[in-house]
């Protein structure tokens, strides 16, 4: 698949250095923002077997959209994840253990925290 990333704004925090993933074979487009965490992905709907959900002609969409609350960066090995944090406070919670138990796995890995305030 071939794709076009270009730098865009955030709708949300303002950040011009957002990222939108196009993939011009599909149409479907993938937005994060580095700054907040704010993700939305624009993607066709597919069924368990991954084939193209089509109803009365026209092919299903799918929208995903997340408002988060900052980024937690990941480093290691040659690779740089980025990951949204959560808004809910028991999620943010079940996150952190979960960052601590890999960081453990995983020593080498650099874990950066990057909280964002509306």
């Not at 011009?16 to 599909?26: P, S």
């Not at 997340?66 to 040659?78: D, F, L, R, S």
């Amino acid at each position: 698949m071939g794709s076009v990333q270009s730098p865009i704004i955030c709708n949300v925090c303002g950040f011009d250095e957002a990222v939108e993933d196009y993939c011009y074979k599909t149409g479907e487009i993938y937005v994060f923002c580095p700054r907040c965490g704010y993700s939305k992905d624009v993607y066709l709907d597919r069924d368990e077997e991954g084939n193209l959900i089509v109803k009365n002609g026209e092919f299903q969409w799918e929208i995903s959209e997340i408002k988060a609350k900052g980024v937690i960066i990941v480093q290691g090995e040659g690779c740089s994840e980025y990951i949204s944090i959560p808004f809910d406070k028991d999620r943010q919670k079940a996150f952190r253990k979960a960052l601590i138990e890999i960081q453990k796995e995983k020593p080498t890995l650099k874990i950066i925290v990057k909280p964002y305030n509306y």
